[in-house]
T-cell receptor
Framework: GAGVSQSPRYKVTKRGQDVALRCDPI?????LYWYRQALGQGPEFLTY????????KSGLPNDRFSAERPEGSISTLTIQRTEQRDSAMYRC???????????????FGPGTRLTVL | AQSVAQPEDQVNVAEGNPLTVKCTYS??????LFWYVQYPNRGLQFLLK??????LVKGSYGFEAEFNKSQTSFHLKKPSALVSDSALYFC???????????FGAGTTVTVRA
């Protein structure tokens, strides 16, 4: 079956522009996560959705970052007034079970490489 | 708080030799532990996990990992490495009752022919 998909795969933008990154999770997956991965580092948690409810946004760096999942499926991560320090790989993951379920296994998409000039 | 350490940035082995990628973790409770592999221009692929039970966990592509509670380690192993195993490997931990994965910085594995 289809895995997690993300679009665009690559995004180059100028400082100060807004960007929207899309995640399409595996069909039927309840939970959706966003992570950010800097070069040479592992992914770091940004935010978590259980169905359409944003349960945790503690990892979002500041109020320029926001995310939504209005119908409990596709999610959008929006970065307003982008800065060069926002350049990174943004990864989305989904899981079948509610986040804290013991057998919750997160499946990752290919990521969006964001470059802010 | 939970965290993972992968003490080696790089591991180099010859094809056919055993491969070990080290991982130690820190959690407040009992851990759920995971290994993921990242190939160039592709997403993170799940390899294996430890939730409970047998300390030796077998996963995809002939990989296995051993959970050692006293040493807080979860090292990834493969008895006979292949050139195609060359990739970036991430260890991750999740505390019981939590949903966030905390990842190590990754270990680049190079298997030479």
């Amino acid at each position: 079956g289809a895995g997690v998909s993300q679009s665009p795969r690559y995004k180059v933008t100028k400082r100060g522009q807004d960007v929207a990154l899309r995640c399409d999770p595996i069909s039927g997956h309840v939970s959706l996560y966003w992570y950010r991965q800097a070069l040479g580092q592992g992914p770091e948690f940004l935010t978590y959705f259980n169905y359409e409810a944003q349960q945790d946004k503690s990892g979002l760096p500041n109020d320029r970052f926001s995310a939504e999942r209005p119908e409990g499926s596709i999610s959008t991560l929006t970065i307003q007034r982008t800065e060069q320090r926002d350049s990174a790989m943004y990864r989305c993951a989904s899981s079948l079970e509610t986040g804290s379920h013991p057998y919750n296994e997160q499946f990752f998409g290919p990521g969006t490489r964001l470059t802010v000039l | 708080a939970q965290s993972v350490a992968q003490p080696e940035d790089q591991v180099n082995v010859a094809e056919g030799n055993p491969l070990t990628v080290k991982c130690t973790y820190s959690v407040s409770g009992n851990p759920y532990l995971f290994w993921y592999v990242q190939y160039p221009n592709r997403g993170l692929q799940f390899l294996l996990k430890y939730i409970t039970g047998d300390n030796l966990v077998k996963g995809s592509y002939g990989f296995e990992a051993e959970f050692n509670k006293s040493q807080t380690s979860f090292h990834l192993k493969k008895p006979s490495a292949l050139v195609s195993d060359s990739a970036l490997y991430f260890c991750a931990v999740r505390d019981i009752g939590d949903y966030k994965l905390s990842f190590g910085a990754g270990t680049t594995v190079t298997v030479r022919a």
